[in-house]
């Protein structure tokens, strides 16, 4: 069974910076895309940002755009998620996502086939 462990989260005050990681094996992560979304209490999931594995190529949603940098590790099969000047509204359950989306699917849950436990990042003001 494929497992993706998440790391980092936490609190941190606006304008700060956090690094979130996720850790899968190579094959899995070598397979197709890796992805962070998040959910707000009472809000759906809601995509962040994702990376095509081999190629490198990322998307970010227009909410974290400039602000959340997504960069791989192809030898540890890992990806990390830069936030930095963070905001009240980045207060979420941040969650790891592995699968093979199409392109049209890449920002959507259902794009995904394996999920981290999930890791609390709170901005505090």
């Known amino acids: 069974q494929v497992q993706l462990v998440e790391s980092g989260g936490g609190l941190v005050e606006t304008g700060g910076s956090l690094r979130l990681s996720c850790a899968a094996s190579?094959?899995?992560?070598?397979?197709?895309?890796m992805a962070w979304f998040r959910q707000a209490p009472g809000k759906e999931r809601q995509f962040v940002g994702a990376?095509?594995?081999?190629?490198?190529?990322?998307y970010y949603s227009d909410s974290v755009k400039g602000r959340f940098f997504i960069s791989r590790d192809k030898s540890m099969g890992q990806i990390h998620l830069e936030m930095s000047d963070v905001k009240a509204e980045d207060t979420a359950v941040y969650y790891c996502?592995?699968?093979?989306?199409?392109?049209?699917?890449?920002?959507?849950?259902?794009?995904?086939?394996?999920w981290s436990q999930g890791t609390q990042v709170t901005v505090s003001s």
């Open positions: 996502a592995a699968g093979r989306p199409i392109l049209s699917s890449i920002r959507t849950v259902n794009g995904y086939t394996y």
């Open positions: 190579v094959a899995t992560a070598g397979a197709g895309t």
């Open positions: 990376i095509r594995f081999n190629g490198g190529h990322k």
